[in-house]
């Protein structure tokens, strides 16, 4: 099973990461700047969990490199909870409804958990467009979703 969930986080959180890119190139919007994650994980051990506004935070060296890691350890981490929740079934026969319906429950994360820890409120109350960060948020969850189903659909295919 660790190899499935290896290939699982990595291919959902590398679908989230061209989506990103695309998203970019495309509609000229910016992602999430990985770094601010490696700054909020480098300041707890400081006993700092929140902030008034992560990117004013003190720069901390290594950030980008630890937050890019969180990245994807949480994407491993997903993808571990997808497979104990929809179990080897699955992975034999992948569907697309289940891993999309896991999709938007990991928006949970980013709305109740990070965002207000960068100081932005829960589910980004305190941005200046809410609903928009809020809709890009729950669309790069569902390509999370999308990319579970595409790496499942692999694994299946390759046997």
């Not at 959180?13 to 000229?28: E, I, K, P, V, Y």
């Not at 990985?34 to 008034?52: C, D, E, I, N, S």
Request: net charge positive.
């Amino acid at each position: 099973m660790v190899v499935e969930i290896m290939v699982l986080g990595v291919g959902a959180t590398l679908s989230m990461d061209l989506w990103a890119l695309l998203r970019r190139r495309w509609f000229g919007v910016a992602s999430l700047d990985y770094g601010w994650v490696g700054r909020w994980l480098g300041h707890m051990r400081h006993g700092q969990f929140r902030h008034a506004a992560i990117a004013k935070a003190a720069p901390l060296r290594g950030e980008r490199l630890l937050g890019w890691g969180f990245h994807y350890l949480t994407g491993l981490l997903f993808a571990a909870a997808f497979l104990a929740w929809g179990g080897q079934a699955w992975l034999q026969r992948p569907a697309l409804l289940p891993a999309l319906l896991f999709g938007v429950v990991t928006v949970a994360a980013p709305l109740l958990v990070m965002q207000p820890a960068f100081g932005m409120g829960m589910a980004a109350r305190r941005t200046p467009k809410p609903w928009l960060v809020r809709q890009r948020a729950l669309l790069t969850h569902l390509v999370f979703g999308l990319g579970l189903y595409l790496s499942g659909a692999a694994l299946a295919w390759l046997g």
